[in-house]
Structures are given as C-alpha cells and as structure tokens.
C-alpha cells in the first residue's frame, strides 16, 4: 500500500513535509523552521535525526493561523 496520494496531475503526493519544505512554505529560516517543528504546534514523525511533518496536521495549524492561501 502506498503512502502517497496522486494530485491533480496524477503524480504522487507524500503525506508529509520536511522542515525545509515548512521553511519554504513560511518564509523563515530554517533553524526557526525546526523551533517551530518542535514545538509541538503540529504532529511530526522523527525517523532518526529527520523530521517529517503531517502535511493534513501543519495544514490544518496554518488555518487556525489564518496563514492559508484561502484567506487571502
């Protein structure tokens, strides 16, 4: 069984992001990228020293922010 779902293109979509990918997405540096991994404001995964963060969980805390791009 796959963890990844196709999107709209039909290419496979991980369930997770990594914390250069939340950085990105943010606009912050990294270390600040993983602070905020750590903090506890979204689920992770530590797979040996990676971090993986629940793409649906760090989604769902940038709505409660009022980050999304929906708000805009």
């Known amino acids: 069984m796959s963890t990844n779902t196709p999107n709209e293109k039909g290419t496979p979509q991980s369930k997770t992001y990594t914390v250069n990918d939340i950085a990105a997405i943010l606009g912050i ?9 750590n903090s506890g404001a979204f689920k992770t995964i530590h797979i040996g020293n990676m971090i993986r963060i629940s793409r649906k969980s760090f989604e769902d ?8 791009d929906e708000t805009e």
């Open 29 to 37: 540096g990294r270390a600040t990228a993983y602070k905020l991994a």
């Open 61 to 68: 805390w940038l709505k409660t922010e009022g980050l999304d």
